[in-house]
């Protein structure tokens, strides 16, 4: 007599997740927005672990894209603006800026001094320098130099990935040397990994002195200032990992014009020759040496003509294929290269204290020394090789996984 098959109960019904390998999961999370990695941070510690390892946070920056503009403005809070604005004609097209906290610049003005790798560098009138990740809203204090004088310093930022260590570098100030008796420019820079400034010999001070308002501009490996040499623009180069100057031959110019900005668009180092009260030209270059026309942008289409040369900043191109720009005392336009017109995007008050950025959203704060987990260094190396791997057979296996897919 056959055995009755057993009435099957809703326990047994209940199906078992699959756990997934953690490089899938790994690979999968890499593509998700900062703000979502946040809350997943409370998953699991497994999950804390890796969204909070330096290898991911950098994997991490391969896949995110500028996705805001940051607006400081010396004496008032922070604004924050979508990078994609509406395409449709607005007569009132203001986008509603968003105030980003900062209690650290209340009642203080403040300066930005660079950016790079969604960390902004702010000295507040205080004589205080911050690190700041306005995503994740966390700073970090840094110590002063010695003989700092507050927000007239020039400051530049960036990643060294020799060492894989943020840098900043203390450089000449014009304003210091106009205002100060016998200024003497020292050249120091900042470890973040040791959190400690150290002096550069004398032999890399460059004779050239830059404008305090500037930012430096970050771009593989170097940051980037437009400074001036006798009544002539000119491009100061600092290499974070030589940790030496060095000038960048401008692009050629026949008649002769002036850079009059210095910035970074799609990935290049771009300038701006502007000719007279027409246009100006934005110029790039990848390798500091082989410049391009990047775009023309005729000036006297504007809603409201601007034509100072000196008003214009160029920010970035949207999806649109429209340049986004910014105009001292009116606020933020975008230019369409097509029809060389030119729309609102946001009009905005203190317009001419404006400071912009253009943000990436990222997981990527460094520790101070003292809150890096030092319990056995070779335990700590022995992790992050492993954790390298685990990415690396990740990128291979979903490649692999990508290329049978196509072949099927």
């Known amino acids: 007599m056959a055995t009755p098959t057993p009435t099957p109960t809703p326990s047994s019904l209940t199906p078992v997740p699959a756990q997934l390998p953690e490089v899938l999961i790994a690979e ?71 105030e980003l906290p900062l209690s650290l610049n209340d009642a203080h003005t403040y300066y930005v001094k660079g950016h790079c790798n ?55 100030s014009s304003y210091c040397k106009l205002m100060l008796k016998d200024y003497n420019p020292q050249i120091e820079v900042l470890s973040l990994n040791s959190n400690s400034w150290r002096k550069l010999p004398e032999a890399e001070t460059p004779p050239y002195f830059i404008e305090h308002s500037q930012q ?48 970074v668009i799609n990935d290049s180092l771009c300038v701006l020759h502007s000719h007279q009260r027409s246009y100006f030209d934005i110029w790039a270059t990848r390798d500091d040496f082989n410049w391009e026309k990047m775009i023309t942008v005729f000036k006297t289409v504007d809603p409201e003509p601007c034509f100072s040369y000196l008003d214009y900043a160029p920010l970035c191109f949207v999806e649109t294929g429209e340049l986004l720009m910014s105009i001292r ?4 336009i975008a230019y369409d290269p097509n029809e060389q017109c030119c729309r609102i995007i946001a ?39 492993i954790s390298q791997m685990l990415l690396g057979f990740s990128n291979a296996f979903m490649s692999r996984f990508a290329y049978r897919a196509d072949s099927s």
């Not at 593989?220 to 100057?245: H, M, P, Q």
């Not at 005392?329 to 933020?332: E, F, N, Q, T, V």
């Open 118 to 172: 969604g960390l902004l560098l702010l000295i507040i009138s205080d004589g205080t320098i911050i690190l700041w990740n306005p995503t994740i809203a966390r700073y970090r204090t840094l110590p002063t130099p010695s003989n700092f004088k507050e927000t007239r310093e020039v400051l530049g930022f960036g990643y060294d990935s020799s060492t894989n260590d943020y840098k900043i570098v203390r450089a000449p």
């Open 216 to 263: 430096s501009f970050y771009l593989n490996g170097a940051v980037y200032w437009l400074t001036l040499d006798d009544f002539c623009t000119l491009i100061l180069r600092f290499d974070l990992a030589k940790e030496s100057f060095a000038r960048v031959p401008p692009p050629r110019d026949d008649i002769g014009r002036n850079m009059s900005w210095i910035g």
């Open 347 to 385: 009009l905005l008050e203190d317009a001419r204290w404006l400071q912009e950025t253009v943000y990436t959203d990222s997981f990527v704060f460094p520790e101070e020394p003292s809150e890096v987990d030092q319990t056995g260094s070779s335990s700590g190396a022995l992790t992050r090789v």
């Open 28 to 98: 999968i999370l890499k593509r998700l927005p900062v703000k979502t990695l946040v809350q997943f941070k409370c998953v699991c510690k497994s999950w804390h672990k890796l969204l909070t390892d330096p290898i991911f946070t950098n994997t991490h920056l391969h896949f995110t894209t500028p996705t805001r503009i940051i607006l400081s403005r010396y004496f008032k809070s922070f604004l924050s603006l979508p990078l994609h604005p509406n395409p449709n004609p607005n007569p009132n097209p203001n986008p509603n800026p968003i």
């Open 329 to 332: 005392r009116k606020g933020l």
